[in-house]
């Protein structure tokens, strides 16, 4: 079974300082793992995947990700946060043989200025 | 604009009545999904087409839903007999298919549906 774990419903950080959103991932064989975001009463946007290779990969709007694969983990990171950075974000994976992208539940972020 | 489109953006529709939402998806992309979110949970896989076949619909939520892709271009989510437990964002993704270097899906601004 695939699945997907964010154990934070909410992260709150300061303007300015670094965040990090976590993910934790259950998949058969080879994952594909993906961060998307989204705005309030809008679709998702993609960030960031990891395929292969390096083990941080960089994305969009300054944020990277950490692909840890003995924890099984793929944290959402980003050195220095701004306040538009606010809202959900949604970890997803798919295996390397699968269709399908399960999501986690998300975690919101709020920058305060 | 070459994204996802989805239409209508909201629909309101008494109980018992049917719903359509259209899928355009980006022009090149073989792969179209569709996504179901209620408020506070992730996207919850209904159906994938490759082209225009609908190789899984087995997580559609029951026979009242039905989804379609004719020509392997746009595609249509059918609910019948609406109920109010239907109301949700119906989300629609495409992606350019088993390409290790274009995994990532395209999703639309979704349909929210609303059933009274």
């Keep these: 079974a695939q699945s997907v774990a964010q154990p934070e419903d909410q992260v709150n950080v300061a303007e300015g300082n670094p965040l990090t959103v976590k993910c934790t991932y259950s998949v058969s064989g080879n994952p594909y793992l993906f961060w998307y975001v989204q705005y309030p009463n809008r679709g998702l946007q993609f960030l960031l995947k990891y395929i292969t290779g390096d083990n941080l990969v960089k994305g969009s709007y300054g944020f990277e990700a950490e692909f840890n694969k003995s924890q099984t983990s793929f944290h959402l990171k980003k050195p220095s946060a701004l306040v538009s950075d606010s809202a959900l974000y949604f970890c997803a994976v798919r295996a390397y043989t699968g269709n399908q992208f399960y999501f986690g539940t998300g975690t919101s972020l709020t920058v305060i200025p | ?116």
């Excluded at chain 2, 008494?14 to 979110?37: A, M």
């Excluded at chain 2, 506070?40 to 619909?57: C, D, H, R, S, V």
């Excluded at chain 2, 939520?61 to 007999?81: N, V």
């Excluded at chain 2, 949700?88 to 999703?107: H, I, K, P, V, W």
Aim: hydrophobic share 30%; proline share 3%.
């Design chain 2, 1 to 116: 604009d070459t994204g996802v489109s989805q239409d209508p953006r909201h629909k309101i529709t008494k109980r018992g009545q049917n719903v359509t939402f259209r899928c355009d998806p980006i022009s090149e992309h073989n792969r179209l999904y569709w996504y179901r979110q209620t408020l506070g949970q992730g996207p919850e896989f209904l159906t994938y087409f490759q082209n225009e076949a609908q190789l899984e619909k087995s997580r559609l939520l029951s026979d009242r839903f039905s989804a379609e892709r004719p020509k392997g271009s746009f595609s249509t989510l059918e609910i019948q007999r609406t109920e109010q437990g239907d109301s949700a964002m119906y989300l629609c993704a495409s992606s350019l298919g088993f390409d290790r270097t274009n995994t990532e899906a395209f999703f639309g601004q979704g349909t929210r549906l609303t059933v009274v």
